[in-house]
C-alpha cells in the first residue's frame, strides 16, 4: 500500500491560538506524528485540515 503524501507545502508558520500552520493548517504536534499515524488517522486529520483552512481563509489569515 502507497503511503499518503504529506500535506506540507514548506511553508511552516504556525499562528493563531490554536497554533495551526498557515500552509497546511496542522499543529506542530501533528506534523511530527504524521509519518507514525495509522491511514485512518491521516484520513481524518486531511478532513480536519481542509475545515481548518477554511476557517483561516474566512478569518483573513494565509500564507
Known sequence: ?????????????YTGP???CLGCGRTQ???Q???AMK???R???EKELKR????MAA???EH
Open 39 to 41: 491511514p485512518y488517522a
Open 1 to 13: 500500500m502507497k503511503r499518503k503524501k504529506s500535506p506540507c507545502i514548506d511553508v511552516c508558520k
Open 43 to 45: 484520513n481524518a486529520l
Open 18 to 20: 490554536k497554533g495551526w
Open 29 to 31: 504536534q501533528e506534523s
Open 52 to 55: 481548518r483552512m477554511s476557517k
Open 59 to 61: 478569518a483573513g489569515i
Open 33 to 35: 506524528q504524521w509519518k
